[in-house]
């Protein structure tokens, strides 16, 4: 069974970088044609893509999110991780690691997700 479990501080000052890290156990983040996504969920609001990792290292960003968000890979740990730089206290929110099944398909379905970590962005 693929789990997926996010780590990093629930507390991130303004104008600092929000740092987390997702852990895989079950599978490889390297099995094609799989595709690791942070998504989050602000309080009240609906579930936002923020960006994507290939199973071969390819990365993508939603607009939002591009010039300030980067995510990379450490294969050899089976982890990914989210970088979210100049944080305000609208950056709080819920957030998630999660599976795409099909990093080739238009539309992403996340078949496996990690509980998510709630980050708070002190004002």
């Known amino acids: 069974q693929v789990q997926l479990q996010e780590s990093g501080p629930g507390l991130v000052k303004p104008s600092q970088t929000l740092s987390l890290t997702c852990t895989v156990s079950?599978?490889?983040?390297?099995?094609?044609?799989?595709?690791w996504n942070w998504i989050r969920q602000p309080p009240g609001k609906g579930l936002e893509w923020m960006g994507v990792?290939?199973?071969?290292?390819?990365?993508n960003y939603s607009p939002s999110f591009q010039s300030r968000t980067s995510i990379s890979r450490d294969t050899s740990k089976n982890q990914f991780s989210l970088q979210l730089s100049s944080v305000t206290p609208e950056d709080t929110a819920v957030y998630y690691c999660?599976?795409?099944?099909?990093?080739?398909?238009?539309?992403?379905?996340?078949?496996?997700w990690g509980q998510g970590t709630q980050v708070t962005v002190s004002s």
């Open positions: 999660a599976r795409d099944s099909d990093y080739h398909a238009s539309w992403g379905e996340y078949d496996y």
């Open positions: 079950g599978g490889s983040i390297t099995t094609s044609d799989y595709a």
């Open positions: 990792i290939s199973y071969d290292g390819r990365t």
